[in-house]
T-cell receptor
Framework: AQSVTQLDSQVPVFEEAPVELRCNYS??????LFWYVQYPNQGLQLLLK??????LVKGINGFEAEFNKSQTSFHLRKPSVHISDTAEYFC????????????FGQGTRLTINP | DSGVTQTPKHLITATGQRVTLRCSPR?????VYWYQQSLDQGLQFLIQ???????AKGNILERFSAQQFPDLHSELNLSSLELGDSALYFC???????????FGPGTRLLVL
């Protein structure tokens, strides 16, 4: 079984500042890792994913994440945020084998202040 | 736009009633997943279908059932509705097993 912990429920930052959203996971098997974004009153949009290979993954809208196996983390970063990045961000995992269900963290609400 | 469509967008009903949520996957996707998003439980996996067959089950109540039809669209049936069933229900689809899931816009269910 897998579990995901998003360490911050809310993160307020100023526009053009850097941001890091933290995600830690627990799993007894190898996993795939994902970040999804949910804009207000919308569905989930895939930001980026780690399946294998390079541990630094680049996604859409200038976001990137780094997979750290020893620390079981997959933190999301952006060097300079924009007002339009205001949204809820979800980290998710699924096991490479077995039931293909995404296990989500509780979400981090990113608020960008002008 | 992910290519996954869900209808209806909003649904308001009363306790004890039954509703059906519909999902059309992206063109070519064989696998469909249902998730529930609520304030207290967060995002939870309910059930997965692959090419018409049930593939995996999560925390789905016995009052809930789903199916995937030959044209690959899926329906989630919720019966004997309770106030606590009020939530956002998402459908996702993927090309095959262990491929990236793409989410629809969701159906917001309100049980009064």
């Amino acid at each position: 079984a897998q579990s995901v912990t998003q360490l911050d429920s809310q993160v307020p930052v100023f526009e053009e500042a850097p941001v890091e959203l933290r995600c830690n996971y627990s799993s007894s098997v190898s996993v795939y890792l994902f970040w999804y974004v949910q804009y207000p009153n919308q569905g989930l949009q895939l930001l980026l994913k780690y399946l294998s290979g390079s541990t630094l993954v680049k996604g859409i809208n200038g976001f990137e994440a780094e997979f750290n196996k020893s620390q079981t983390s997959f933190h999301l970063r952006k060097p300079s945020v924009h007002i339009s990045d205001t949204a809820e961000y979800f980290c998710a995992v699924n096991g490479i084998q077995g039931a293909q269900k995404l296990v989500f963290g509780q979400g981090t609400r990113l608020t960008i202040n002008p | 736009d992910s290519g996954v469509t869900q209808t209806p967008k909003h649904l308001i009903t009363a306790t004890g009633q039954r509703v059906t949520l519909r999902c059309s996957p992206r063109s070519g996707d064989l696998s469909v997943y249902w998730y529930q998003q609520s304030l207290d439980q967060g995002l939870q996996f309910l059930i997965q279908y692959y090419n018409g067959e049930e593939r995996a089950k999560g925390n789905i109540l016995e009052r809930f059932s789903a199916q995937q039809f030959p044209d690959l669209h899926s329906e989630l049936n919720l019966s004997s509705l309770e106030l606590g069933d009020s939530a956002l229900y998402f459908c996702a689809s993927s090309r095959s097993i262990q491929e990236t899931q793409y989410f629809g816009p969701g159906t917001r269910l309100l049980v009064l």
